[in-house]
């Protein structure tokens, strides 16, 4: 028997906060309804709005960390590249300080997840330097 779901959720590409449901069939994003009882959008949605799952199952999408090595990409656990991470994190901020240090956020995350890599850019690490691609 097939399971199928709408989950009211927000569309994940810009700050304007549009409310739409999450087609979910066996378990599996097909696809996107505007949400027409939201107070922001609705029942409208932009072009990308109606296209915001295309990015989720694309065969290009990396589905796992990758490191360089020997200047080849290589498949790598979460710890490993993480830990990775951490270094050249702290490296850079003993050799020149918060300031040498930037972060981007994506339109493909929740606002929730851009709102902690601000926390972190701003309260951890001390840089001012943070931006994100729907600003522009």
Known sequence: MMGYSNTLTICPYCGTGCGLYLQVLDGRAVGVLPAKQHPISEGMLCI???????FVYHPDRLSQPLIRRAGQLEAASW??????VVGK????????????IGFLCSAKCTSEENYLLQKLARSVIGTPHIDHCARL
């Open 48 to 54: 990308k709005g109606w296209n915001c799952i295309s």
């Open 79 to 84: 710890d490993e590249a993480l830990d990775r």
């Open 89 to 100: 994190l702290n490296e850079v901020l003993q050799e020149s300080g918060p300031d040498a």
